[in-house]
């Protein structure tokens, strides 16, 4: 069964730093582009970063260049968000999903939840 | 940034009704690299449609999508009790990556 799993959320302050992990499993990992997408409360979807199969090539959302950094190890099959410099508007629940230019993005994990608060 | 919006905001309908859902992007969407996406509370999205118009696997045959360049429509030909929900359309063909703010779609 193909499955992403993430983990690595939680309450972090303001300035802080947090890295979160997806787990993929049931498909070529190596073989795809993965994404990792955020929802705030209430709010809709939005596009945070991607990443190749390879990792060597990266694309960031404005929102978080600079503080926010993709990465993946093909040897263990993850995917990875160092997440710096937080802000209370980073708070969101934080999905993972296999896809990126030019292919559906399924499936996606069930989702992280990281809250930047004093 | 392709912007992408949705409407209406709100669908309201009774099951067995026809649903249609628009989604008008800002400039063209490069290939038709347009999907819909089906979310319900506390759960991740899950995809229905991409390409504009290809159905994902498992996906009912009542959900269809259509569209090009810029206009698209999510199409529910008869609406079930377990398809009332939020949905959103997002464009892959060029970043960054963009979705609608989504239509929810809810029982009359």
């Known amino acids: 069964e193909v499955q992403l799993l993430e983990s690595g959320g939680g309450l972090v302050q303001p300035g802080g730093s947090l890295r979160l992990s997806c787990a993929a499993s049931?498909?070529?990992?190596?073989?795809?582009?993965m994404s990792w997408v955020r929802q705030a409360p209430g709010k809709g979807l939005e596009w945070v970063s991607v990443i190749s199969g390879g990792g060597d090539v990266t694309n960031y959302a404005d929102s978080v260049k600079g503080r926010f950094t993709i990465s993946r190890d093909n040897s263990k099959n993850t995917l990875y968000l160092q997440m710096n410099s937080l802000r209370a508007d980073d708070t969101a629940v934080y999905y993972c999903a296999r896809g990126g230019y030019g292919s559906g993005w399924w499936p996606w994990g069930q989702g992280t939840l990281v809250t930047v608060s004093s | 940034e392709i912007v992408l919006t949705q409407s209406p905001g709100t669908l309201s309908l009774s099951p067995g009704e026809r649903a249609t859902l628009s989604c008008r992007a800002s400039q063209s969407v490069s290939s038709s690299y347009l999907a819909w996406y089906q979310q319900k509370p506390g759960q991740a999205p899950r995809l229905l449609i991409y390409?504009?118009?290809s159905r994902a696997t498992g996906i009912p045959d009542r959900f269809s999508g259509s569209g090009s360049g810029t206009d698209f429509t999510l199409t529910i030909s008869r609406v079930e009790p377990e398809d009332f929900a939020v949905y959103s359309c997002?464009?892959?063909?060029?970043?960054?990556?963009?979705f609608g703010q989504g239509t929810k779609l809810e029982i009359k």
């Open positions: 997002h464009q892959y063909g060029s970043s960054p990556y963009t």
């Open positions: 390409g504009a118009s």
């Open positions: 049931g498909f070529t990992f190596s073989s795809y582009t």
